[in-house]
């Protein structure tokens, strides 16, 4: 959450801002590691093209996954609802079970 130029309030969501605020928030000369690369080292800034898209898609995908449940087995008998234990098929492992019961 930070604030506006008007006073008002925003969440920020998207990850390069956030890492872009860090930085200007905890700058290298106090000590702080940087978190985005300099805009002069092509390769980083390749590099760091390359996973902010895989991050995306990786979103992308569990966004599709857990908001789009009609989707072919992820219906409440499905894959989801095994995981959500809300199938008669125990088809969740103990870990998972224990994962979903620390959740309660």
Not at 45 to 71: A, D, K, V
Request: hydrophobic share 35%; glycine share 10%.
């Amino acid at each position: 959450l930070i604030e506006k130029s008007d006073g008002g309030k925003q969440v920020v969501t998207e990850s390069q801002v956030i890492m872009e605020l860090l930085d200007s928030w905890h700058p290298v000369e106090d000590g702080f590691k940087q978190m985005m690369p300099s805009e002069e080292d092509s390769a980083s800034m390749q590099r760091y093209r390359q996973l902010s898209n895989l991050e995306r898609e990786l979103f992308s995908w569990w966004c599709t996954l857990i908001f789009r449940p009609e989707g072919p087995g992820f219906g409440s008998p499905g894959m989801l609802g095994k995981l959500m234990g809300k199938s008669s098929e125990p088809a969740m492992s103990g870990a998972m079970s224990g994962f979903l019961e620390c959740l309660e």
